[in-house]
């Protein structure tokens, strides 16, 4: 009777059932079901006292809130809860603290992981025989919700206590990693590791890669029916308010696009919808970024009173790069405006603790393009790459037969024929066989087994690959890919995504239909 009592104060004092009708997509599940339904990991809480790090934003597909899920569970024993930056309704306004409490109704302690301590103290543990974590993250390296998971996790380890992160989907996606890797003089608490700015992980994903340092007694309980290619519209889920400034998809994919200028002049606004700044010529700002090829957006000029700058108009939430058009967005900015960069001495800035270096603000003294930019920070980002492999959990095709359903390639609106199977690699690149879908680019392919060197031609452009090299020459200037050719199944696969840049050919991949379409010029 008295956990009855409970869950009915909860449900009306949290609020943290929506009205919305939450439906997830077919046969996917949040790990906080997976846990529940799951008796091998439900046994890890069985006659626990746990400790739950959760928010507004702990929620299953039915909208139902971690901390009602556990108070129904006869088996365990809720005994605290831990609530990160914005507080455990997440509506603190970015910044500022939080107060400890006991909770009214619940009589159980609500610790504030975002006040004088960010890291769970002895005494916040103390009763506490298991930590669980359940927080939904958005992406960005910057979003403070995965550093309060490294500091549980630290916690964890340093009081012998185990922890269980209940694995929640990358709103981006899994395929997206880009932006300048952190360096330690940076870290801080919008920068917990060494991190590119778009991490491309999972939660569980990202607290195994945290691990690596910290050695807690880790369990991730993983989602079913995930894929790497799903954004969060995938999921079918409704999204919850993450944040104040956080209220919809539209402002998780504006997050990093618009919001990478502290202390510049340059700014987001409309909850990152909007970038610009003074100084800025509206129409001109978007037709440099328009002009970048940018994929999946476009850049509308809308200046704001005495402020320049664009509204981002998202057009393909799959190929769209946050992080990638935030670069661009900021490099223009100071090709236009000249701004002021702020720069570390005794203390380390908010734009580099951001930027995760201090590199990236000379970057933009030298006046270098923002293709440039990216050119310098790629070698790192590589090397961050092959680091992350290690660590995911999750591939292609979730619940599908072995070897999953095969991989679509239209061009112009032909389906093309393979007598080998296009697959994704471990650079999240797809791979088809090089002779047929060069056939139907309408290519001369020659190429030479003894120097291993494949040579494309198509409309007076030349294209020279060789096999497990990540260097191409596209009329004689060399490109990096992230990936290489290879011989697989006898035959020998390239990076369609490669072919159709170099080609300047539309390449567009439709994770619904496992498609990729490509549009020929």
Request: aromatic share 10%; glycine share 10%.
């Amino acid at each position: 009777m008295k956990r009855t009592v409970m869950m009915m104060f909860v449900l009306a004092s949290l609020l943290l059932v929506t009205n919305t009708a939450f439906a997830a997509a077919p046969g996917f599940k949040l790990g906080n079901e997976v846990l529940m339904e799951n008796r091998d990991y439900h046994k890890l809480i069985e006659g626990k006292r746990v400790g739950l790090i959760t928010n507004q934003s702990g929620i299953n597909s039915k909208g139902e809130s971690t901390i009602n899920v556990l108070l129904g569970d006869s088996t365990t024993q809720l005994v605290a809860l831990y609530g990160p930056e914005h507080g455990l309704d997440g509506t603190t306004p970015a910044g500022k603290y939080v107060s400890s409490y006991m909770h009214p109704d619940l009589g159980i302690p609500v610790f504030s992981l975002y006040g004088p301590n960010r890291m769970p103290t002895k005494e916040m543990l103390a009763g506490v025989d298991v930590l669980i974590f359940d927080v939904q993250d958005i992406g960005a390296r910057t979003y403070t919700y995965k550093s309060t998971m490294n500091y549980c996790m630290v916690a964890a380890q340093k009081y012998d206590i185990p922890i269980i992160v209940l694995d929640r989907p990358n709103p981006l996606g899994g395929v997206i990693v880009e932006g300048p890797v952190l360096e330690d003089p940076f870290k801080s608490f919008v920068g917990i590791d060494n991190l590119p700015m778009a991490h491309g992980m999972t939660t569980g994903e990202l607290a195994k890669f945290f691990n690596r340092k910290i050695g807690a007694d880790l369990t991730v309980v993983p989602m079913e029916g995930y894929g790497r290619e799903m954004i969060y519209q995938d999921t079918g889920l409704e999204w919850k308010a993450t944040s104040p400034n956080i209220p919809n998809l539209k402002s998780v994919f504006g997050y990093m696009a618009t919001g990478l200028g502290e202390g510049t002049g340059i700014r987001q606004r409309d909850q990152f919808q909007w970038i610009g700044g003074k100084g800025i010529d509206s129409w001109r700002y978007a037709r440099l970024l328009n002009g970048a090829g940018l994929p999946g957006v476009k850049f509308i000029a809308d200046s704001r009173g005495t402020e320049g700058g664009v509204r981002l108009q998202i057009t393909d939430y799959h190929e769209f790069n946050p992080a990638k058009s935030g670069i661009y967005a900021l490099a223009y900015a100071r090709q236009l405006t000249g701004f002021n960069v702020p720069k570390s001495g005794n203390t380390v800035v908010m734009f580099d603790k951001v930027m995760g270096t201090d590199k990236f603000g000379r970057y933009l003294e030298e006046g270098l393009s923002p293709q440039e930019i990216e050119a310098r920070y790629a070698p790192a980002l590589d090397e961050f790459k092959k680091l992350r492999n290690q660590y995911l959990i999750y591939g292609y095709n979730p619940g599908e037969p072995a070897g999953g359903a095969q991989i679509k390639v239209l061009v112009d609106g032909e389906q093309v024929k393979f007598d080998a199977a296009p697959y994704i690699d471990v650079s999240d690149r797809t791979m088809v066989p090089l002779r047929a879908i060069l056939e139907a680019l309408g290519a001369r392919v020659d190429y030479d087994s003894d120097a291993r060197d494949i040579t494309v031609t198509r409309q007076g452009k030349t294209v020279h690959f060789a096999l497990n090299s990540t260097v191409a020459e596209v009329n004689g200037d060399s490109r990096i890919m992230d990936t290489t050719p290879v011989i697989k199944n006898s035959r020998t696969m390239v990076p369609l995504r490669y072919l159709g840049d170099f080609f300047d050919c539309s390449v567009v991949w439709k994770p619904s239909l496992r498609a990729v379409e490509i549009t020929t010029n």
